[in-house]
């Protein structure tokens, strides 16, 4: 099992694996809500799982929506 100090370095540096240090990561399945998302995680070498949570943070409005929105105020 990760130390705390571990799972924290893994977030700085999600690219190698927390138990190993090896590179050959595999993505899984995505499942996701409506505020979080989780992500399927295998390494190639040391065989170990684990899944990646991601949190809404923010919110960006769409570009095409904006000029949508522009062109039905100004009509052009």
Known sequence: MLTEEEKN??????????????GELSLG???ADIN???HS????KCKKRWTNIY???????DEWDMR?????????
């Open 9 to 22: 370095q893994y977030l700085l540096s999600p690219y190698i694996c927390p138990y190993c240090g090896s």
């Open 29 to 31: 399945k995505v499942t």
């Open 36 to 38: 979080r998302a989780g």
């Open 41 to 44: 995680i295998s390494c190639g």
């Open 55 to 61: 949190a809404l943070v923010q919110m960006e409005e």
């Open 68 to 76: 949508r929105r522009d062109h039905a105020k100004t009509g052009k």
